[in-house]
């Protein structure tokens, strides 16, 4: 049989062993025939020792000459057959010769033999010597060793593979040299980047992304997650369309962190004034909970302030239902500055041992407290400690008249424990005094000349003009200040200039229009002051001035 087998006459070979030789002969047999390209006796030898692979090896060579393909040579079954045999070398000098390097090059990657591998890359194109690195990378990754793997994804331009790995072992000086390998046009990748760097805090690093990018949505918003604050106002300055975006953020972050007032300006910055309100008015009820009302008496006329803005832009757009609205508010929360302005110095007053303002002030004002009062109480102000200031500095000051109607009014209120007993001590021994107040502490209206009483029913005002009065925010004392409106025909510079002269005492242009101007805020629709009217028009007459 092995004499047959030389002379390469594998019909007549099979024929003798079939007369009986062992399995390795029929082996030897197989190997030559299939090696020669002797299909039949290789296939009938396999069969003999029951050889699977082969026998599968065979039938696929058999379907690829059936089917006419292209990889049927010769040189190239020789080479897939050495490949199958373990005879890598043979098998791929057999790819070359055929024209298969790319073959030789795939079978030596599939080994992990990439020396090997490289020797057949001289004359393949650059896609295959990309898909060799690719796969040396590949092979560097499932072993462990992410630091070559980067480098041969990077060497093979496979750059979100590397950006991929590089994230995952958080190598920030890595991600930080594929990002600036990269131009612009590489955006998926540039992103990826980025996406790392903002989950590494390298938030610097992932800026520089995505200006390498040319995108500022996403700067600005790496800018606010980051809160790099003063880079976002920079950014804005040079695109002010991106104000709102940023601001807006900055107030809501400034609001988290208890900057109300910060956060006030931002939202105005932004363009968002009702948002800065709403700001302001839960600031507001926090400093009135907390009793911090001269922090609620600031914050309330910021309010009013910030309604006479919105009033304004709602005049500019005409509709009048809003800036009657806004208006409103401007008065109410400027009335309520000055309530929780002067109900600090009470609260403190009733809370506190000592205090340092004098006892006429004292006195002032809790008698402005208790006429702006009359109607509605505010959140947090408490009329018991109105009313007890009131009532001990009018005992000590001789109004006792207001004294005993203080004493009176907090007897109809809930007391704390610790006022209880010297508010009915006082309330007891104020009987023994006289049911009438000082003079001197009575006020007088600038305009009339009216006497008025402590206590006034009618309010803050005169009760006999209702001219109402001007307190000094000092003291609190009733100012001499009176309003008055000039002649139709006198300009509001030249009734300063006519104000700003010394009293007429003589006929003459000048002292008949400050003559008009005082007799026009004298004359009063009221006729309780036809006295004061007819006086003062006596005193023109004598002077001669009255036309």
């Known amino acids: 049989m092995n004499q047959y087998i030389e002379k390469k006459m594998f019909h007549t070979a099979y024929n003798v062993a079939c007369l009986g030789v062992t399995n390795n002969d029929w082996l030897n047999l197989a190997n030559e025939a299939l090696e020669n390209l002797n299909l039949e006796v290789a296939k009938n030898a396999f069969t003999r020792v029951r050889e699977l692979r082969y026998l599968e090896f065979i039938s696929n060579i058999e379907e690829r000459k059936q089917s006419k393909a292209a990889e049927t040579t010769n040189n190239l079954i020789l080479a897939d057959y050495y490949a199958f045999k373990g005879e890598f070398q043979e098998a791929a000098k057999m790819y070359k010769k055929s024209g298969n390097e790319d073959k030789a090059m795939a079978m030596f990657s599939d080994l992990r033999q990439f020396e090997n591998a490289k020797d057949f890359l001289t004359s393949s194109d650059p896609k295959n010597i990309k898909g060799l690195i690719k796969r040396q990378a590949e092979w560097c990754k499932s072993t462990n060793d992410p630091g070559s793997a980067i480098d041969l994804y990077m060497a093979a331009s496979a750059f979100t593979e ?84 940023v601001y807006i953020p900055y107030a809501n972050f400034l609001a988290e962190n208890d900057k109300f007032d910060e956060a006030q300006e931002a939202y105005y910055i932004a363009g968002k004034p009702t948002e800065a309100v709403k700001v302001l008015e839960k600031l507001t009820h926090n400093a009135v909970a907390e009793r911090r009302f001269d922090d609620a008496s600031y914050y309330f006329w910021k309010l009013s302030m910030a309604y006479l803005k919105l009033a304004n832009q709602a005049q500019s757009r005409g509709s009048e239902e809003e800036v009657n609205q806004y208006l409103d508010k401007f008065q109410d929360y400027q009335h309520r500055a000055e309530i929780y302005y002067v109900y600090q110095t009470l609260h403190r007053y009733t809370e506190e041992p000592f205090t340092s303002h004098l006892p006429e002030a004292l006195f002032n004002m809790a008698r402005f407290l208790l006429h702006n009062l009359s109607q509605e109480i505010p959140y947090g102000v408490s009329k018991v400690s109105i009313l007890y200031a009131l009532a001990k500095q009018s005992k ?117 229009k400050l003559i008009k101007v005082m007799f026009r805020q004298c004359h009063s629709r009221t006729p309780t002051r036809h006295d004061t009217t007819r006086i003062l028009r006596d005193e023109i007459t004598e002077l001669g001035i009255y036309d």
């Not at 991929?164 to 980047?193: F, H, N, P």
């Not at 390498?212 to 040079?238: P, R």
């Not at 007891?428 to 049911?435: H, L, M």
């Not at 109402?468 to 025909?489: C, D, K, Q, R």
Request: some cysteine; charged content about 25%.
């Open 162 to 245: 590397a950006i991929e790995i590089a994230g995952k072992q958080k190598w920030t000086d890595k991600l930080v040299e594929i990002m600036r390998q990269l131009d612009k046009s590489y955006v998926e990748d540039l992103r990826g980047c980025a996406l790392h760097f903002k989950e590494l805090g390298k938030y610097e690093f992932a800026a520089e992304a995505y200006q390498k990018l040319g995108e500022l949505n996403s700067l600005v918003e790496l800018y606010i997650e980051s809160h790099q604050w003063q880079e976002a106002f920079t950014l804005c300055e040079d695109h002010p369309e991106f104000k709102e975006s």
């Open 396 to 512: 000590n000051m001789g109004a006792y008249k207001m004294a005993r109607h203080a004493f009176d009014k907090l007897q109809q209120l809930v007391i704390p424990r610790r006022f209880q007993q010297a508010i009915d001590l006082s309330s007891i021994t104020i009987r023994s005094k006289p049911f009438q107040d000082k003079e001197e502490l009575l006020p007088m209206c600038s305009k009339c000349s009216t006497t008025n009483p402590l206590l006034n029913q009618m309010g803050n005002q005169c009760i006999n003009c209702q001219q109402p009065f001007v307190h000094s925010f000092y003291a609190f004392e009733v100012l001499p200040l009176v309003e008055f409106i000039p002649e139709n025909g006198i300009s509001d510079l030249e009734a300063v200039k006519l104000i700003n002269q010394d009293p007429p005492t003589t006929g003459g242009k000048d002292g008949r």
